[in-house]
């Protein structure tokens, strides 16, 4: 069956530490990934997007991932965390055009 | 702005009656799409549309109905609500085709006695 991966449910960084968040997929083909984030009573917002080309991605707020084909993973990483990102991340795979969400990873951020 | 709408925000009700919940977006966007988020279980799709008057079921359809009659908007109908249907609901929109991000509406929590 085709999913999506986030083996933890929670990752806890002290502020200015660099994070990782971890994803891995199981899909057929070449899908798109996606990360979208979720802060306290808001929506989903996209952060970045792999759809071929160079390995590794920059988004929004100093956010980027890398892809990783052999090891069908899509990481989430950020050189130095900030308070502010503590919230819910989400990892994506697009397949035939809907979304499969992952389960979600909870980053808390401590000062 | 850029935007997608969702109403009611928070709304209680009772098992048996039926409610919408509204979704619009400004975008002009084909595609359009309802998920529910319940803890542990991430977002999962309930029913999405590629355009008007097309829609298909996603993962999880059993209790929901929804119309596309005109393009920006996209209603979710429970026509019978129970209580396991409880839960955040999110409405999604996206340009059809390529790889293009969706854009989420903030979110209604719905909770059924």
């Known amino acids: 069956a085709q999913s999506v991966a986030q083996p933890e449910d929670q990752v806890n960084v002290a502020e200015g530490n660099p994070l990782t968040v971890k994803c891995t997929y199981s899909?057929?083909?070449?899908?798109?990934l996606f990360w979208y984030v979720q802060y306290p009573n808001r929506g989903l917002q996209f952060l970045l997007k792999y759809i071929t080309g160079d390995n590794l991605v920059k988004g929004s707020y100093g956010f980027e991932a890398e892809f990783n084909k052999s090891q069908t993973s899509f990481h989430l990483k950020k050189p130095s965390a900030l308070v502010s990102d503590s919230a819910l991340y989400f990892c994506?795979?697009?397949?035939?055009?809907?979304?499969?969400f992952g389960k979600g990873t909870k980053l808390s951020v401590k000062p | 702005e850029a935007q997608v709408t969702q109403n009611p925000r928070y709304l209680i009700t009772v098992t048996g009656k039926k409610l919408t919940v509204t979704c619009s977006q400004n975008?002009?966007?084909?595609?359009m799409s309802w998920y529910r988020q319940d803890p542990g279980l991430g977002l999962r799709q309930i029913y999405y549309s590629m355009n008007v008057e097309v829609t298909d079921k996603g993962d999880v359809p059993e209790g929901y109905k929804v119309s596309r009659k005109e393009k920006r908007n996209f209603p979710l109908i429970l026509e019978s609500p129970s209580p396991n249907q409880t839960s955040l609901y999110f409405c999604a929109s996206r340009i059809a085709g390529g790889p293009y991000e969706q854009y989420f509406g903030p979110g209604t929590r719905l909770t059924v006695t």
């Open positions: 899909v057929s083909g070449n899908p798109y």
């Open positions: 975008m002009n966007h084909e595609y």
């Open positions: 994506a795979v697009r397949l035939q055009g809907n979304l499969i």
